[in-house]
């Protein structure tokens, strides 16, 4: 399928989509984010796809949603466009997606890769969500994930002041899982794909919505959730298999059912 601002390349176990605007930093226009909803919910039907990432450029991950194409808007032309319709479609991808981000994570580039599982970000990768600095706010998680991942007074401290935080603060701070030399950070995504493609699907899928849950769930509830779903999984033939093949001591087939 042909895009014009993203590029989807598949690669054995695990697809790549990477935001493509580079002269604007990868900036999030409609176009784009359709683009990228679209090839997720793609990828997400495709058997042969076990991981997705998403990244950007050297210089950008996403600079942020399009100024330009918002700077004129008014309130009803925002509830209009219903940009929240497309955030929250990425939000029910049931396949891991890790972000690889390098250089500029702001404003809704920040929160993209928020809404990733996992972000592996290269020693040059900025974050932040400078939404404040141009008469707004975040508009798509950053008031909430943030605010999860690295607690009230670091989030009121971003969110407020609109700076930019390094990679070696995000790694500090736990909104991200790891920091490598711009030259590896994709390899690193890709090597990270490539382990949990080699895991059995249904339960990299219930495992990850489970984790997931724990988000919007008190822990009585997100736990009786997680024991279903792991009651589940003795219903696949894939932990039949997976237990057979460590009593027998072999490496198990995964059939994905
Ligand atoms: N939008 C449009 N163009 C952008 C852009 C952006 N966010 N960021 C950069 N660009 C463009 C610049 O205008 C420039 O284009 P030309 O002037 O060459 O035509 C080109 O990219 C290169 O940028 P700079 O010349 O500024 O490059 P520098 O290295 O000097 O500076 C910078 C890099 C990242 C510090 C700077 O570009 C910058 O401050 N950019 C804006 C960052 C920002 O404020 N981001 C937050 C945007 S608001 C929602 C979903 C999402 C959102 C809201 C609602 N719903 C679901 C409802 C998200 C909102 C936002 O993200």
Known sequence: MAYQHIIVTKEQGYAIAQLN??????????????ELVEALE??????????????GNEKAFAAGADIKEMADASAMDMLVRDMFARWDRIRKIKKPIIAAVSGFALGG??????TCD??????????????????????AGGTQ????????AKAMEIVLTGKMISAQEALQWGLINKIVPVEYYLQEAKDLAKEIASKPPMAVRLAKEAVLKAFD??????LEYERKNFYLLFASDDQKEGMKAFVDKRKPEWKGR
């Open 21 to 34: 605007r580079p002269d604007v930093l990868n900036a999030l226009n409609m176009k784009l984010m359709a």
């Open 42 to 55: 793609a990828l997400d039907k495709d058997e042969d796809v076990r991981c997705v990432i998403i990244t």
């Open 109 to 114: 580039g920040c929160e993209l890769s928020m």
């Open 118 to 139: 996992i972000i592996i970000a290269s020693e040059t990768a900025k974050f932040g969500q400078p939404e404040i600095n141009i008469g707004v706010m975040p508009g």
């Open 145 to 152: 994930r943030l605010t999860r991942a690295v607690g009230k």
């Open 217 to 222: 769930t008190t822990i009585e509830a997100g």
